[in-house]
């Protein structure tokens, strides 16, 4: 099956039965700020591939009740968080 998406927001309108189609490679290169708004969609193989879980956005250190800061927009991907790329070097 071959499935066209003239912009990258067109994956949003993809079934669960079409997603499975997407390469990872596209997923991650094209599509990734559109990762959580799919993710329940996505097949299970990619929802447990610790790359594209990097994607995600980073709900655990922005924008918590307890910070003293609020950062506008949205947070993060998990990729570019700088506590979560903190963590991952001490552990």
């Known amino acids: 099956m071959y ?3 003239h ?3 067109d994956i949003l ?3 669960a039965e079409q997603l499975q189609y997407i390469s990872k490679v596209i997923l991650l290169r094209v599509c990734g700020d ?3 708004y799919v993710w329940n969609k996505l097949p299970g193989h990619l929802k447990v591939d610790s790359e594209v879980r990097t994607y995600r956005r980073c ?3 922005y924008n918590q009740p307890w910070q003293r ?3 506008d927009g949205p947070s993060p991907k998990i990729k570019d ?3 979560c790329q903190r963590r991952a070097t001490v552990c």
């Open 7 to 9: 912009h990258p927001s």
């Open 13 to 15: 309108d993809l079934s």
């Open 59 to 61: 709900d655990e250190h």
């Open 81 to 83: 968080c700088s506590e």
């Open 3 to 5: 499935l066209a998406l």
């Open 34 to 36: 559109y990762i959580d």
């Open 69 to 71: 800061t609020h950062i």
